[in-house]
């Protein structure tokens, strides 16, 4: 069993910060890889990061790279997503989701499980 809900979104003025959570249940985190992935209206859903298992290995979209930080809290059963200095861009619907298998973590199908979404809204 497991399950994912993010929280967190909201709307936020351009240049300000948000910090979205996964909370998890189940085994998620015993999963090949567990990150983030995006979905502006009218495109097509996007990968924005992952963490791999060991939780070393740190993947990012050239788009937020620098702005954007994954954690987790294992303890917590809870990842997280820092944004920083947000564009107008960054709006979409948010979404955690997890992988039993830790290959093509850049790859919508390679992911098993997500969660419902959260809107962020960035404003010019």
């Known amino acids: 069993q497991v399950q994912l809900v993010e929280s967190g979104g909201g709307l936020v003025q351009a240049g300000g910060s948000l910090r979205l959570s996964c909370a998890a249940s189940g085994r998620a985190f015993n999963s090949g890889a567990i990150g983030w992935f995006r979905q502006a209206p009218g495109k097509e859903r996007e990968f924005v990061a992952c963490?791999?298992?060991?939780?070393?290995?740190?993947y990012y979209a050239d788009s937020v790279k620098g702005r954007f930080t994954i954690s987790r809290d294992n303890a917590k059963n809870t990842m997280y997503l820092q944004m920083n200095s947000l564009k107008p861009e960054d709006t979409a619907v948010y979404y955690c989701?997890?992988?039993?298998?830790?290959?093509?973590?850049?790859?919508?199908?390679?992911?098993?499980?997500w969660g419902q979404g959260t809107q962020v809204t960035v404003s010019s």
């Open positions: 989701a997890a992988a039993r298998n830790g290959y093509g973590v850049r790859i919508e199908k390679s992911y098993d499980y």
């Open positions: 963490i791999i298992w060991n939780g070393v290995n740190i």
